[in-house]
């Protein structure tokens, strides 16, 4: 079946470092890709997402790029501050309605 | 309001009350979700409407009765809960349809069981 796998956490970096979150899924077909964030307190917000494969999705300064050789979509941000504390989720949806496959999250926490 | 609002935000309950959640989208969207988020566990799919007509039941507790009356409106109701079903329980709606669409959440209900 559909899954994510993405990296385990916590991540805790100083503020302005490099960022990079690895997603990785295995999905029959071909499946949309997305980034989700989620703020302490909050539900889960669209962060990004790419449709096809070479797709970059980009938002806020985050970026990742739909790798379908490696079947993956990473998140990076160049440089990050201390309000992308969060927890990053990347999650596949391939035949669209309920079938969203979630990874577990990344708790990101930068410190100034 | 803009996209989906739930209520209430927090809410305690003893394991003989019976509440009830409610969700609301104003995306015109035709599909929504019902997610518990639990510590340290994965966002897990509960209950998918399509056009009001419920398509997925994952495996989910008679103590938990989904209500869909119309598309724009989504509820849960609860009775005779357990300690451990208390999360975060997390509203979405989407776009319905083959094409892959994504899930736009509302904040969620902080659910206690006590």
């Known amino acids: 079946g559909n899954s994510v796998t993405q990296m385990e956490g916590p991540v805790t970096l100083s503020e302005e470092a490099f960022l990079t979150i690895n997603c990785t899924y295995t999905?029959?077909?071909?499946?949309?890709l997305f980034w989700y964030v989620q703020y302490p307190g909050e539900g889960l917000q669209l962060l990004l997402k790419?449709?096809?494969?070479?797709d970059k999705g980009s938002n806020k300064g985050f970026e990742a790029t739909y790798r379908k050789e490696t079947t993956s979509f990473h998140l990076e941000k160049g440089s990050v501050q201390v309000s992308d504390s969060a927890v990053y989720f990347c999650?596949?949806?391939?035949?669209?309605?309920?079938?969203?496959?979630f990874g577990a999250g990344t708790r990101l926490t930068v410190k100034p | 309001e803009t996209g989906v609002t739930q209520t209430p935000r927090h809410l305690v309950m003893g394991m003989t009350n019976k509440k009830s959640l409610k969700c609301e989208q104003h995306?015109?969207?035709?599909?929504m979700y019902w997610y518990k988020q639990s510590a340290k566990k994965p966002l897990e799919l509960m209950f998918v409407?399509?056009?009001?007509?419920?398509?997925e039941n994952n495996s989910v507790p008679s103590r938990f009765s989904p209500e869909c009356p119309n598309s724009s409106h989504l509820f849960l109701h609860l009775h005779t809960l357990q300690p451990e079903d208390s999360a975060l329980y997390l509203c979405?709606?989407?776009?319905?349809?083959?094409?892959?669409?994504?899930?736009?959440f509302g904040p969620g209900t902080r659910l206690t069981v006590t």
């Open positions: 995306l015109g969207h035709n599909a």
């Open positions: 999650a596949l949806s391939a035949l669209g309605g309920g079938d969203m496959r």
């Open positions: 999905a029959t077909g071909y499946p949309s």
């Open positions: 790419a449709t096809k494969a070479d």
């Open positions: 979405a709606s989407s776009q319905a349809g083959p094409k892959t669409h994504e899930q736009y």
């Open positions: 409407y399509n056009f009001k007509e419920q398509t």
